[in-house]
């Protein structure tokens, strides 16, 4: 996986469990906003992801076809569709439970820590299950929902916490715009283990044939709020682009310098007088592609803080 996904998804994690001790208190608005724009990074990896594995299973079959569609490469193919169908599974019974959430981003969810339709129960069954399925071709892949005594995130100060089980840990007392953002995390960690899992069959038929059919501008900011007269520090990049591809970025029409990775490295000072409260950057991403010269642009949030 993509390590500035890994990091946006251990962001996330850190995020929730940060949490915990104060599950019962109505989030602040800058926790508030700090979970929407998660929320918006994660849906967007997600979708990323989702397209890269219809990608990655229509470039193999196409593949087998050059091939001859000879058995054994067929049986590959087979498992690869397999791996793709179990992961849709189980995140379109995430997407359920998030739908199923009630409509106001501050509310709390039930202190029995259930959830609209379903167990938590049953969602940490499915998501334990589905680590087990993808372990035969991800030897690595750990549990996907532990209750608090085997959850190692869980700091000694938050002890309390380790009798607590998968889905008090989850969902206990949560907002429902901590929830949802839970139940997009819990995703992108099966969309990743999906990538990885996908790699074997790939190389089974004749090398990695992965082709992404979406390109698509991403952003990860060092910190999603700044303070007034402070410098806002960004990564702006493509999902998907070669190293010797040439890039030209801007952010808000200033250009960002470019290094050899493909990465613009955005910084800005926020203006000592910038009233707090949300905020927004404008990216833009130059370059050719398929003959054509294209440009993709993106809107980035983030939070100014109250001196």
Not at 231 to 251: D, G, H, K, V
Request: net charge positive; with cysteine.
């Amino acid at each position: 996986m993509n390590p500035t996904w890994s990091a946006i998804i251990r962001r996330g994690s850190g995020l929730l469990l940060a949490g915990l001790s104060a599950c019962q208190a109505a989030p602040s608005a800058a926790e508030l906003a700090r979970y929407q724009s998660l929320e918006q990074t994660l849906t967007l990896l997600n979708q990323q992801s989702r397209h890269q594995a219809r990608s990655t299973l229509a470039n193999l079959t196409e593949q087998v076809k050059r091939n001859g569609w000879q058995p054994r490469d067929v049986a590959v193919l087979r498992e690869a569709e397999a791996i793709r169908t179990r992961t849709d599974s189980l995140a379109g019974y995430l997407g359920q439970l998030r739908q199923q959430l009630p409509s106001d981003p501050v509310s709390s969810l039930p202190e029995s820590a259930g959830l609209p339709g379903a167990s938590a129960d049953t969602l940490q069954q499915r998501l334990n299950a589905y680590a087990r399925y993808i372990r035969r071709f991800v030897p690595d892949a750990a549990p996907l929902a532990l209750d608090g005594a085997d959850d190692v995130r869980i700091s000694p100060a938050l002890k309390a916490l380790r009798a607590w089980r998968y889905g008090e840990v989850a969902f206990k007392g949560a907002t429902v715009t901590a929830a949802r953002t839970t139940l997009l995390r819990q995703e992108a960690e099966v969309r990743r283990l999906e990538r990885a899992a996908l790699q074997l069959p790939s190389q089974k038929v004749g090398g990695p044939v992965i082709v992404f059919d979406k390109i698509a501008p991403m952003a990860v900011p060092l910190a999603d709020e700044v303070g007034a007269g402070e410098t806002y520090r960004a990564s702006l990049f493509l999902t998907t682009s070669a190293p010797t591809r040439r890039l030209t970025m801007q952010a808000d029409s200033r250009p960002v310098p470019v290094g050899p990775d493909g990465r613009g490295q955005v910084a800005f000072v926020v203006p000592a007088a910038t009233a707090p409260g949300p905020a927004a950057w404008e990216g833009r991403i130059q370059g050719g592609f398929r003959g054509q010269d294209t440009t993709f642009t993106l809107r980035v949030p983030y939070t100014i803080l109250p001196k």
